[in-house]
Structure formats: structure tokens, C-alpha cells
Antibody, heavy 118, light 110 residues
Framework: VQLVESGGGLVQPGGSLRLSCAAS????????MHWVRQAPGKGLVWVSR????????RYADSVKGRFIISRDNAKNTLYLQMISLRAEDTAVYYC????????????WGQGTLVAVSS | QSMLTQPPSVSAAPGQKVTISCSGS????????VSWYEQLPGTAPKLLIY???KRPSGIPDRFSGSKSGTSATLGITGLQTGDEADYFC???????????FGTGTKVTVL
């Protein structure tokens, strides 16, 4: 199982960014997927989740209306579209696979850093 | 966003045992299974415990989990220098309709 995030970088406040998470080594279309972020030196914060076919999504209040999670099962890829970025969105963003049937994340990517600064 | 409460740090000598508490409420720990994650410095988190007390394949039995009411506990026995890491609990919160993590605990091996 491998999850590889990409798309992070430096962006100005109010800007946009799209993160990708390429999945391999498992049947991507059968797992719910999540995004979790971690500000520098801080703890883990759940951001969003999507079900297997993309028909159901959930967001943390702090990103609702600004972030959109999506997936392309044909490409085995998870996405996070982020708009209206704020300084407080600065963090390492991890994609994580939900352990089927359990409220737990059994595989994580290495993370991609998003820095929001002028 | 609400977080579960953990002690900032715990420490013990090699070979000893440490326990890490995770306190929540009836909307999260009280009504859902708890998971625990280990995050070594500079790396991504790793699942240690799921469904309160189950270990994924490859996790040694030095790691154990338990839950009682609105609190959960992670135990690490036979402490090793390689166990120096941050540990986080996590569970689903039915009121927030969101996954919540603990504040994190740094384990130091003396």
C-alpha cells in the first residue's frame, strides 16, 4: 500500500491550491479516504472524508465552504481543492486510508506542506 | 474543532511501562471505538490500536489499549528508545460529525 501526496507549496492568503494523493497497492475504490492536517509543531486535525464512490463527503467546520474533497477511482487518486486559503491553513496535509469497517486510519501518505503567507 | 485531552508528556526508563490517557465525552469516546497513532519525529502517523484494543498486523503486543466510559488508555510496556514519539488518540464525534484527535502526548525514554 502506498499513498503519495503532491501539490503543496507556498500560496498567498486568498489563493487556491489543489492537492493530490496517488494510491497504489490496494483496491482504491473500496476504501473511504480522508485528509488530515498538522500545523508546524502542532497536533493532528481531521479535515475531510469521502466515501467509496464520492457520493458522500464531510468536512471540518474550519474548512467547510472553502475545501472540496473528491476522488477519481479510475485514476486511483484522491484530491483536495482548497480556495480562500488563510494563514491558519498552513500545515502538512496527509491523505489517509480508512481501515475498512473501522473508525481508524491504517495507511498514511508522507504528507505535503502547504504554506499560506504573503 | 473539539479535541480529546491527553497529557502533554510522559516519561520512563528503558524497560519500564507508560500509560497515556485520552479523555473525551459521550459524543465521541463514550459512543465510539478509539484508535491510537504513533508519530515518530519527521514521519507520518502510524496506526497502533483500533477498536479500543486491537492491534493491526505487525504491531507488537507491548502496545495495548483499553476504554472505559468516556476515557481511553494506551499502554506501552518494555519501553525502548525507539518508542520516543508523539502519540495521538482518535475517534469519531457524533455531535460534530467529524473525526477528532487527542492533543497528543510526547513519550520520552529517560
Amino acid at each position: 500500500v502506498q499513498l503519495v501526496e503532491s501539490g503543496g507549496g507556498l500560496v498567498q492568503p486568498g489563493g487556491s491550491l489543489r492537492l493530490s494523493c496517488a494510491a497504489s497497492g490496494f483496491t482504491f475504490s473500496t476504501h473511504w479516504m480522508h485528509w488530515v492536517r498538522q500545523a508546524p509543531g502542532k497536533g493532528l486535525v481531521w479535515v475531510s472524508r469521502i466515501n467509496t464512490d464520492g457520493s458522500s463527503t464531510r468536512y471540518a467546520d474550519s474548512v467547510k465552504g472553502r475545501f472540496i474533497i473528491s476522488r477519481d477511482n479510475a485514476k486511483n487518486t484522491l484530491y483536495l481543492q482548497m480556495i480562500s486559503l488563510r494563514a491558519e491553513d498552513t500545515a502538512v496535509y496527509y491523505c489517509a486510508r480508512q481501515y475498512s469497517g473501522y473508525a481508524a486510519f491504517d495507511y498514511w501518505g508522507q504528507g505535503t506542506l502547504v504554506a499560506v503567507s504573503s | 474543532q473539539s479535541m480529546l485531552t491527553q497529557p502533554p508528556s510522559v516519561s520512563a526508563a528503558p524497560g519500564q511501562k507508560v500509560t497515556i490517557s485520552c479523555s473525551g465525552s459521550s459524543s465521541n469516546i463514550g459512543n465510539n471505538y478509539v484508535s491510537w497513532y504513533e508519530q515518530l519525529p519527521g514521519t507520518a502517523p502510524k496506526l497502533l490500536i483500533y477498536e479500543n484494543n486491537k492491534r493491526p498486523s505487525g504491531i507488537p503486543d507491548r502496545f495495548s489499549g483499553s476504554k472505559s466510559g468516556t476515557s481511553a488508555t494506551l499502554g506501552i510496556t518494555g519501553l525502548q528508545t525507539g518508542d520516543e514519539a508523539d502519540y495521538f488518540c482518535g475517534t469519531w464525534d457524533i455531535s460534530l460529525n467529524a473525526y477528532v484527535f487527542g492533543t497528543g502526548t510526547k513519550v520520552t525514554v529517560l
